[in-house]
């Protein structure tokens, strides 16, 4: 768009106006245009790391960190809760792969979740580093000059001082000087700027405000320091023990473990636990909440490198502390003990069976894996029934979670495992894919049906399966007639007191960012005919709710001190 003739004389005009500056926006002609520097590749990255080490840029990060954190508290995670998600992947199939593929099961070590851990833990350090120099500057500065006119500020407060006798710049000089071992008492620096027939002191105090915000910045980064290190020293591992049955603390006596890259194989504290019991008691029939547990107990036996032995009991977020390590009690469950014969009477499998529990009445689900001593693999699901119920639909349902008269349902099925293939393959789980069904629906055999000490053939006269009764001797219920196992998950975290420190550093450096204000005092004396003029101001960085008063604390205290210092003279009188 072309300008008139009166548009280009008025910008010739203004750009030869003497009075104006060269760099003034009417100084340049109306036509030329503003050309923008070009940035290079320096110059992109330096704009980069600008913003990223804003702290506008820290903050958004953080809250994208706790955001991303979410789905850790969501969704189950391996590291934690590996059973658990093995139960998620069985109960949704269908979107499990998806959210695999998205590292939702182990989001604290995702790509995504460590770039933003990574980013923020720079962008913290680009902003902690400038601020500390800048810090420690005003630290060795002395408080700024005293402002002419202290009546523009705000809060300004003016008296008038007439001793008896009146000395004249000796008053005023002597009025400063307790001015400034008042400001002294009261936590403030101090500096003092007289000139001429004026004296006053320039007071400034908050710089713990700055300190702390500090504080908090650096704790931050210490504990992400802390969590990113200790994580490569630090190892969790689950471990099932059954009944009486022992674990030793080493690499392959866990049933899964997740350790840190700098864990070597011999790393791991020596011990061994053995689980003399597992205690719990069920809500009895006819009374509210019928059938729920509670009082979840696993004592231990603990057996040391040196020989010492000790006792122990790991309750629901009550873990047993050996050494570096905390032993967590994550679940339980049943272990029927089961033994099956072939058709020739040898015996080819024998020992409790970690069943998992599928609903609160602790209907459970088991796999027996039999690989050798038979014409073929057999592969047996089962079904633990604590508190049997038959329901009309032929089925049967557990009522409640003891151990009354309980039943286990047996569906037996041969062919090939796919133990021998070299893939990992959860004893949990029993693919059924081409393997032949012997019993149970779909077949013209039933499943087999036992109680504890009781006996049954297997289909095709392939041999006999018994559940055994581990009952005391002299029992005379079936309340112990199955053997409980736990579920333990074993941690190491030697970085878990520092995580500590810093983040009760954290909470006391924000402590002083949010309560310590950061406030300038000026007390300025001037003699005159009539006295010594008194002025006192104030100035808050940021909001300070409490400023006046504090002013009006400083002219009433300074009052009561020169009063003091002069107890014949005549009292201040307040002036505008």
Same mark, same amino acid.
């Given at each position: ?220 980064? =210490? ?5 990113? +290190? /200790?994580? $490569?020293? *630090?190892? #969790? ?5 059954? &009944? %009486? ?8 006596d866990y049933n899964s473990i997740n350790r840190g890259r700098f864990v070597a194989d011999d790393s791991f504290q020596p011990y061994a636990l053995t689980l003399d ?45 050996? =050494? ?5 009690? +994550? /679940?339980? $469950?049943? *272990?029927? #003990? ?5 058709? &020739? %009477? ?87 894919? $081409?393997?032949?069904?012997l019993n149970g629906r779909t077949t013209d055999t039933k499943s087999i049906e036992l109680q504890p000490g009781e006996t ?121």
């Amino acid at each position: 768009m072309s300008s008139s003739p009166s548009d280009r004389s008025e910008g010739t005009a203004a750009a030869s106006d003497p009075l104006r500056p060269s760099d003034h926006i009417d100084s340049a002609p109306v036509d030329d245009e503003i050309t923008q520097p070009r940035l290079g590749a320096v110059g992109w990255l330096r704009w980069g790391w600008r913003q990223l080490t804003s702290m506008r840029v820290a903050l958004v990060l953080l809250l994208l960190l706790a955001i991303a954190a979410i789905p850790g508290s969501v969704f189950p995670q391996r590291t934690a809760d590996p059973n658990g998600v093995v139960q998620y992947k069985q109960n949704n199939p269908e979107i499990f792969p998806a959210l695999d593929a998205l590292s939702m099961f182990d989001v604290y070590s995702s790509p995504w979740f460590s770039a933003i851990y990574l980013l923020l833990f720079i962008s913290l350090i680009g902003c902690i580093i400038p601020r500390i120099k800048h810090h420690a500057k005003a630290l060795r500065a002395l408080p700024p000059r005293t402002p002419a006119r202290l009546g523009r500020l705000e809060h300004h407060r003016a008296t008038v001082w007439a001793p008896e006798p009146a000395e004249g710049n000796g008053d005023a000089a002597a009025a400063i000087d307790v001015a400034e071992k008042q400001l002294k008492s009261l936590g403030y620096r101090v500096a003092r700027y007289d000139r001429g027939r004026t004296w006053s002191v320039s007071a400034e105090r908050g710089y713990w405000r700055e300190t702390g915000n500090l504080l908090f910045h650096i704790a931050l980064v =210490g504990v992400l320091v802390t969590v990113g +290190l /200790g994580g $490569g020293f *630090a190892y #969790t591992g689950q471990r099932v023990v059954i &009944e %009486g049955a022992s674990y030793v603390n080493t690499l392959i006596d866990y049933n899964s473990i997740n350790r840190g890259r700098f864990v070597a194989d011999d790393s791991f504290q020596p011990y061994a636990l053995t689980l003399d019991s597992f205690d719990i008691t069920y809500e009895d029939f006819g009374t509210p909440g019928a059938g729920q547990a509670g009082n979840f107990a696993a004592n231990l036996s603990v057996r040391n490198v040196d020989g010492s032995t000790s006792k122990g009991t790991v309750r629901v977020n009550h873990p047993l502390h050996i =050494g570096g390590d905390s032993i967590y009690l +994550l /679940g339980n $469950g049943y *272990a029927p #003990t089961i033994t099956v014969r072939n058709a &020739e %009477g040898e015996k080819v499998f024998s020992g409790p069976v970690e069943f998992l529990p599928q609903d609160s009445a602790m209907t459970s689900l088991g796999v027996v894996k039999i690989t050798d001593g038979m014409p073929e693999q057999l592969g047996m699901i089962g079904f633990l029934y604590p508190t049997p119920l038959k329901m009309k639909s032929g089925a049967y349902t557990s009522v409640h979670g003891a151990l009354n008269l309980p039943l286990l349902t047996l569906d037996v099925y041969q062919g090939d495992l796919g133990v021998d293939g070299g893939k990992p393959v959860s004893v949990f789980e029993l693919n059924t894919d $081409g393997l032949e069904k012997l019993n149970g629906r779909t077949t013209d055999t039933k499943s087999i049906e036992l109680q504890p000490g009781e006996t049954a053939d297997l289909p095709n006269g392939l041999g006999t399966v018994t559940f055994e009764n581990v009952s005391p001797e002299g029992a005379k219920d079936t309340l112990q007639s199955v053997k409980r196992y736990v579920s333990l998950q074993i941690h190491h975290d030697a970085s878990a007191p520092w995580v500590l420190a810093f983040a009760l550093l954290a909470l006391g450096g924000l402590g002083l960012a949010l309560f310590v204000p950061r406030r300038r005092m000026w007390v300025k004396a001037t003699a005159a005919d009539d006295g010594i003029h008194l002025e006192y101001a104030a100035l808050a960085r940021g909001d300070d709710p409490t400023l006046a008063a504090a002013v009006d604390d400083l002219v009433r205290g300074h009052e009561r001190l020169l009063e003091a210092a002069a107890p014949e003279s005549t009292t201040p009188a307040q002036g505008a």
